[in-house]
């Protein structure tokens, strides 16, 4: 089996069902039954991915940072200087590959909502 593993992706070569290698850009030749073989293919340029155990155990540092948001808090993430997506509880990895990716975590619950009094009423507890 071989495959091309494209400049804006990584990939996590599966091998009967176990995931076996991290496979960077340019072309990857494997030797065996093609039929135990899968690629999951991350768009890196996505900037982030949620973090599989497969994806925190593989992917080299330099391609990916490790992020824990935990429960009540959010992550502000920055691709490039801009601002990009707000993230809730969970994990994730942000893609360093292509770009400068950097997150800074807030207190959710500290956060002060206005609203109008007809919706006071509708709001959850």
Do not use: C
């Amino acid at each position: 089996m071989k495959t091309i593993i494209e400049e804006n992706e990584r990939g996590i070569l599966f091998k009967n069902g176990v995931a076996s290698r991290w496979l960077k850009p340019g072309k990857h030749r494997f030797w065996g039954l093609a039929a135990g073989f899968r690629i999951q293919r991350y768009e890196v340029e996505s900037v982030t991915s949620v973090l599989t155990p497969e994806l925190d155990r593989l992917a080299p540092e330099g391609d990916l940072t490790r992020l824990e948001v935990p429960e009540g808090s959010m992550a502000l993430i920055m691709a490039k200087g801009f601002a990009h997506s707000v993230l809730g509880p969970g994990s994730y990895g942000l893609w360093q590959t292509r770009q400068v990716v950097s997150a800074r975590l807030i207190d959710a619950q500290a956060l002060e909502v206005e609203l109008p009094d007809v919706f006071v009423a509708l709001a959850p507890p």
